[in-house]
Structure formats: C-alpha cells, structure tokens
C-alpha cells in the first residue's frame, strides 16, 4: 500500500472524486514523485549528497521496473510503485523525466543559476511536472494528442503557479524560477529580487507571470470533459485550486515575494462552485 499524501498541497491527490480502482496507483506515483522531490529539497544534505541519493533512487526505479525486488531505501515507495509498474504498465521514461528535473534543480541551485527565459523554464516544466499528467492520462486509458497537449498546458500551468506562490520560500533557498529574460523586461532588479522587496518592477514582473500561468491553465482545462466521470471532475478541483492560488499571488501585488499564499477552507469551498460551473 502506498503511504498516505502528508504534505501540504493545493489540489485533491487521491481524493474521493478520483475512481476508487486508481487511488492506490495514483497513491504511489504520488509517493514517488514526492519522495524525490524531497530528496533533492529538504534537509540539510550537500548538492554532492542529494546528486549520489538521486542516482541511486534512478537505479532503484530502474531495477523494479525491470523485475528486480525493491531494495532495502525506498520499499515503501518501490514496492507500491513495481506493482503498478506490472498492472498498469507505465512509461518509464515519464518517470525517469521527474527524476532529471529534481536533478536539475540541485544542479542550479549549487551553482546559483536561474532561467535564461521562458523557453529554458518550460523545458524544466516538461520534465518536472508534465510527465505526471501523461502517467494519470495513461492510468486513465486516455491518448489522444489533444487531451495530451491540454494535460501538458494543465501541468505546466501548476508548477508555473507554484513558481509565482513559493518565491518567498525558493529565493532564498537559492532557487530561482524568474526567467532573466522577463526580469530585465520589466526593469527588476536582481539585488532588490534576492532581497525580497516588492517595488514597482517586481510587482509588474510577478504580475505578468501570473498571468502566464492563468493564461496556460485556461487553454488546458477544456480536457475536464474529456475525462470520464469522478476523473474529470477531480480534474476541475486542481485547475481551480490553481486559478485560486493565482487570484491570491494577483491579491498580493508583488508581496508574494514575502509572504506565501496558501488555500483556506473558504478558498476550497469558493472553489467547489466554480468547479460545479464549468
């Protein structure tokens, strides 16, 4: 049995909604996915440490999907997962595209390096988040190339909303998410950025990426109904937990750079109606 979802997050993970057959498999992607994103984010291991630790949960993934037992590190993350690998079997290379992306970001962090532009960022998204909306579609049975494409600008929607909610907590843990591109674009100021000052410029510059972020959510939601029942319909709830979370970042003007956003019991029920009217 994966392990339950524990941390905090602004959409349903196996909730009610989703169809009863699915929520162990999507349990343990869910568990694989955070397990290595924890890996590369927290605690107080060197990038050296979290670089080897990754390689070595890469070659655990590799071994389970190749038949082998789970080792000793991760049962509870691979045993889970080699079952779904046998009942559902699931593209591999999805899997191993999360595990370049958490990679990626111990790698910029330990050099201090941010995004060129939105391009550089959006093929960070196409490794970080996208793969997880292909592998549910998959579970899904859904493949069509345009229910694809609206997953890919829903995923890319939620990790740019991400982004634009965590900059309080991802700047100064090093992690710089702002393309160089828009920054210069608007006039902001790296000093004033790493310093968390919300002037003018930065305001604008969250502003415009919000509103990159909404823009990409709303040409993937049409794929709500495209999913077959309870799946569509938890669909609903994450786009607008995300769209949500955009209004809070748009709320703020600018101090999101000093204060993270974060969904309350009002938000979620707000939510339920727009849900309902979509």
């Known amino acids: 049995m994966a392990a339950p979802v524990t941390h905090y997050e602004n959409f349903p993970v196996a909730s009610v909604l989703c169809p009863p057959h699915l929520r162990q498999p999507i349990a343990a992607l869910y568990a694989f ?10 605690g107080t291991a060197p990038a050296a440490e979290r670089l080897a630790d990754l390689a070595a949960y890469r070659g655990e993934l590799l071994a389970v999907a190749q038949g082998q037992p789970p080792g000793p590190c991760w049962p509870g993350v691979f ?3 080699q079952a779904v690998l046998r ?16 990679a990626q970001d111990v790698e910029k962090t330990r050099d201090g390096a941010g995004y060129a532009d939105r391009a550089e960022l959006l093929d960070y998204c196409r490794r ?10 998959h579970l899904y049975g859904v493949s069509d190339a345009a229910s694809l494409a609206q997953s890919d600008a829903i995923c890319t929607a939620l990790q740019l909303i991400n982004f634009w909610q965590d900059l309080s907590v991802d700047i100064p843990r090093g992690r710089y998410y702002l393309p160089l591109a828009d920054c210069e674009a608007h006039g902001a100021r790296a000093a004033e950025l790493l310093a968390l000052q919300s002037t003018p410029q930065n305001a604008a510059l969250i502003a415009d990426c919000a509103r990159w972020a909404r823009q990409t959510m709303l040409s993937g939601a049409p794929l709500v109904h495209r999913l077959p029942g ?3 319909w938890e669909l609903r709830l994450v786009v607008q937990g995300g769209l949500r979370t955009l209004d809070k970042v748009d709320a703020l003007r600018g101090a999101s750079l000093y204060t993270r956003p974060k969904l309350h019991a009002g938000d979620w029920c707000r939510m339920l109606v727009r849900a309902l009217a979509m």
């Not at 996915?33 to 927290?42: K, Y």
């Not at 290379?93 to 595990?99: S, V």
């Open 79 to 81: 045993g889970p997962l």
């Open 33 to 42: 996915a955070r397990t290595a994103d924890d890996l590369a984010d927290e």
């Open 230 to 232: 309870r799946a569509g």
């Open 87 to 102: 009942s559902h079997p699931l593209p591999v290379p999805l899997l191993l595209d999360l595990l370049s992306a958490f």
């Open 128 to 137: 970080s988040a996208n793969p997880v909306g292909r592998l549910l579609l």
